[in-house]
């Protein structure tokens, strides 16, 4: 059963950065397609970002093209999302979220998910 566990995240001022982690035990990510979402207080979870399963490939919400990048590493069974230039509207829970299939093909049916991290940014 595979498990997965976010951290990285805290409260950031705007402009600042941040990177959060995905840590899988259980299996190999190699088998899976790691996305991340968020969910802000009062909205519904959006999809963030993506990485197929062999880490050629990666998808971004419009909100976040060319402030986020989300790359895997394999020797520690970990996917990460480095966020900069964070803005308000970046605040929420963010969940990571593995399917077992090879490409992305956007942000539904995902099988596992984490517990998620706080991300709040804030002056």
């Known amino acids: 059963q595979l498990q997965l566990v976010e951290s990285g995240g805290g409260l950031v001022q705007p402009g600042g950065s941040l990177r959060l982690s995905c840590a899988a035990s259980g299996n190999t990510l190699d088998y899976y397609v790691i996305g991340w979402f968020r969910q802000a207080p009062g909205k519904e979870r959006e999809g963030v970002s993506c990485?197929?399963?062999?880490?050629?490939?990666?998808n971004y919400a419009d909100s976040v093209k060319g402030r986020f990048t989300i790359y895997k590493d394999n020797a520690q069974n970990t996917v990460y999302l480095q966020m900069n230039s964070l803005k308000p509207e970046d605040t929420a829970i963010y969940y990571c979220a593995a399917a077992a299939r090879v490409y992305c093909s956007g942000y539904n049916s995902y099988d596992y998910w984490g517990q998620g991290t706080q991300v709040t940014v804030s002056s």
């Open positions: 990485i197929n399963r062999s880490g050629g490939r990666t």
